[in-house]
């Protein structure tokens, strides 16, 4: 991270809007269906280690990878749009 | 999962508390407060290699940020301070038991933290899922029979019998009834009546209508009651002769409206000067009129309440066209010259009309009736309108942005956080002519799945069904909610 980006990133926490993003973020991938099928890969992780203890660490590598890529191009692109538009308009003030 | 935490965490909260978590939580997971915010920003750097992540955790025994690619580790490690915090979801990681764990009390804190959050920020509270408290635990294991509702399932509907040209009211009550947010309003019981068992309050009447609705029964229910008790608060529709829809509509609203204030204490009626009641929760918008001034360009602005939008039908042909025109400004010409507060003299001015704030059930309704001194008509034109709509262009916010430029559609900077989105739940259409005609309504009963409602007939129809019908009222339930919080 440059010393611009960290710059943004803390200007984004100080208002508030990387919060308003995440909450914004979070709704739209609960309403495509994103996090259902999320848990249902969580358990087939869980389904497949049923002898040992799943720890965080092991869903995490195993569904990350899968979890990313089925994220919808259209949640991507709204989300990009919205804090390229975001940034951009707090630049000017 | 469990949530007793472990042996470790346990010891830990049994000597130092749950302020350390309560402190790190409230400054740099969910910040409560702007003072908070700032302390986030500027200090959430991992304390070994100055970056902001990946993951940074903060230690629960000393302070120390530090990012989980091996410094939190090395931390934990060489000072043997075994719980540290994921400072991005507030889960507390145990490096003895060598995962998160998860404790009822912090859960609690962390909730409680959230909501202060977002009543921070000014954000829509989280959803949180009902869970059920001992009480009610043991009611439902104690009620054992339990319905199945699957998409085959026709519970919630049922026919109403005409008692004589009481189709336009069968229509009402039929839209009420399969309104989402009201339907949980009342099956949840949630109407506390001064004057119950009197007899005389309508919305007792409701209530007791929905059990009628949702108690399984398949025969057509008759609404002589519920007539009656309009005819008795609304005289101008007491009467056997047929009646408009629309009429209808508004009147019940303000009798339910009126009635659910004998309910409650004084001081609860009135929240900001609104009305707290559930119509007006759930009905009332608020329409703002802009007045310009052509010389001196001083605006003068009104907001006022509204349940319904009226429409003019002739000329567009869809609901987006006759909301556009609704919200064009307008040109007031020189036979209606407005007294300017700033010029201090009658000139011509432009009015425009946008929404304010949107009422969670957007009602439209379509002037198909036209009464003048001359003729009275009724104008058939099809008008299209879609099942699902954003009512964002429609906004004063948006209107005032497009008018400075800053905007491309639904882009405007400051509706970047706006969910207008709107869903299409009632129809209820008019067919035949001015004077003799029927009433009939279609609603959606589970996303997807909507039925004819004709009197004692219910038929199962299809959204093509519904979009190709003559629309005369049209109802559009906001499709995200928005919950606001109750912590001071």
Known sequence: MTVNNTIAHQRLILSGDRERFKELLRRRLIECGWRDQVRMLCRDVVKENESNNVTFETLVTKVTPKARAIVPDSVKKELLQKIKTHLLTQKDQ | MNDNGCIHLNNFKAAKGTNPYKIVHAFFVTCTSFEARRYKATSCLCFTCGKPGPRMHSCLHCIFFACYDGHIQDHSKSKKHFLYVDLSYGNVFCAQCQDYIYDRELTEIAMSHRMKEAKSLGISVPFMPWLPNNNEAMALRRLRKRRLISPHTTIGLRGLQNLG???????????????????????????????????????????????????????????????????????????????????????????????????????????????????????????????????????????????????????????????????????????????????????????????????????????????SSQIDRKISAFVSFPAELDMTPFMSSHRRAVDMGAADNNNAPEGIFEDNRYSLFAVVNHLGSLDAGHYTAYVRQMKGSWFKCDDHMITRASLREVLDSEGYLLFYHKTVLEYECDVS
Request: glycine letters at 6%; proline letters at 2%.
């Open chain 2, 165 to 371: 040209s009481t189709c336009f009211m069968n229509c009402i009550v039929q839209t009420l009834i399969h309104t989402p947010l009201l339907r949980d309003y009342f099956l949840g019981e949630k109407h506390k009546c001064k004057a119950q068992g009197s007899g005389k309050c309508l919305v007792c009447e409701v209530s007791k209508l929905f059990q009628e609705f949702y108690s399984g029964a398949k025969t057509p229910l008759t609404l002589h009651r519920l007539l009656h008790l309009i005819w008795t608060h609304a005289r101008h529709l007491a009467g056997y002769e047929q009646q408009d829809a629309h009429e209808f509509f508004i009147a019940t609203l303000d009798v339910l409206h009126r009635h659910c204030m004998n309910g409650v204490e004084d001081t609860e009626k009135k929240e900001n000067g609104r009305c707290n009641c559930i119509i007006d929760q759930i009905f009332t918008g608020g329409l703002q009129s802009d007045v310009v001034c052509t010389s001196c360009s001083g605006v003068s602005t009104t907001i006022d309440p509204f349940w319904d939008i009226s429409l003019d039908v002739a000329g567009p042909g869809s609901l987006q066209a006759c909301l556009e025109r609704f919200t064009r400004a307008e040109h007031l010409g020189s036979g209606a010259k407005i007294k300017c507060s700033k010029c201090r003299a009658y000139r011509e001015s432009t009015k425009q009309l946008t929404l304010e704030t949107l009422p969670i059930v957007a009602s439209f309704h379509l002037k198909r009736f036209e009464h």
